[in-house]
């Protein structure tokens, strides 16, 4: 009985094999998880704190998160929370520059990621600005140019499993293997991304996004499952319904119930941790390679 429960708590620690992505020419070593911040350049996002939207906020906000500690910046103009209002690609290119120019400014040298679906938007971020990762909810759904631009810029790209768009999303929520399911949609998108010569590809299971409460703590439950791809997982609850809904606090007050569901995503596998509270996640991590680091198995 000992043996099994030593075993048990052993396992709990993930002993997947370490990787690495090319940003910029260099290499970034996930032996070690990491943070990426949340800037939110919209008027909407689903947590008001958040919200950055004149230039002496996203400068602020751009500090707090490197003075904290996070590896990436996840810079976003259009929400993507659930029935989130269009915003056409104008408009988001427009909030976008604004924001870039201001972060880039203020810490140029500042691993960016942008979290679009638009790959218009991706290429000039790129191009123009230097950012180093596309963050597509989408995974090249919702535009079908997005494979092949990322295919041209060489970038890591995060892609992350979603049905239908943030306007209509909640429809669909009905899997018959969840699980199975994100596997293999990740699995068709790997295979054309490699063929089109995609190398850096990080997966998001997206919590949230097409599934209920219940399901997102199915994912979470067997989170590890996705370590069959051997490529960086990012999980993204901070501050999310599925933590307000089981505890029954605000967005403000769910910061307790992120920094526990981080705790345990790492343990399961997670590589990145996408939040809006660095600080928290930092710590997070810290301790998590301190217990991984005494692992006695």
């Not at 997005?146 to 979603?162: C, G, K, S």
Request: aromatic share 8%.
């Amino acid at each position: 009985m000992i043996l099994h429960k030593k075993l048990y708590f052993c396992n709990m620690i993930s002993d997947k094999k370490y990787m690495t992505a090319n940003i910029k020419g260099e290499l970034m070593d996930f032996s070690s998880p990491k943070v990426m911040g949340i800037l939110n350049i919209t008027p909407d996002s689903f947590f008001s704190g958040s919200r950055k939207q004149s230039e002496s906020e996203i400068a602020e906000r751009v500090a707090q998160i490197v003075e904290e500690g996070a590896d990436i910046i996840d810079v976003g103009a259009y929400s993507s929370r659930p029935n989130a209002a269009y915003v056409d690609e104008k408009e988001e290119w427009n909030r976008l520059k604004f924001g870039l120019e201001i972060l880039f400014r203020e810490a140029p040298n500042a691993i960016v990621s942008i979290d679009t679906f638009r790959s218009g938007i991706a290429h000039k971020a790129v191009t123009q600005f230097g950012a180093a990762i596309i963050n597509d909810i989408s995974a090249g759904e919702l535009d079908a140019n997005m494979f092949d631009t990322v295919a041209e810029l060489q970038i890591p790209y995060l892609i992350m499993h979603m049905r239908g768009t943030p306007q209509t999303m909640m429809e669909f929520t009905d899997y018959k293997q969840l699980i199975p399911e994100i596997i293999l949609y990740f699995s068709e998108k790997i295979n054309i991304l490699h063929q089109k010569g995609v190398n850096d590809i990080w997966l998001d299971p997206g919590f949230g996004f097409s599934k209920n409460t219940d399901q997102n703590y199915e994912l979470l439950a067997n989170l590890n499952h996705l370590s069959v791809f051997d490529l960086p997982i990012l999980v993204g609850v901070s501050r999310k319904a599925m933590i307000r809904t089981i505890t029954g606090v605000s967005t403000q007050d769910a910061l307790s119930g992120t920094v526990a569901i981080n705790m345990f995503s790492l343990t399961q596998g997670a590589d990145i941790i996408r939040v809006h509270d660095v600080k928290d996640a930092v710590q997070t991590i810290q301790l998590y390679n301190k217990i991984k680091q005494a692992k006695q198995c």
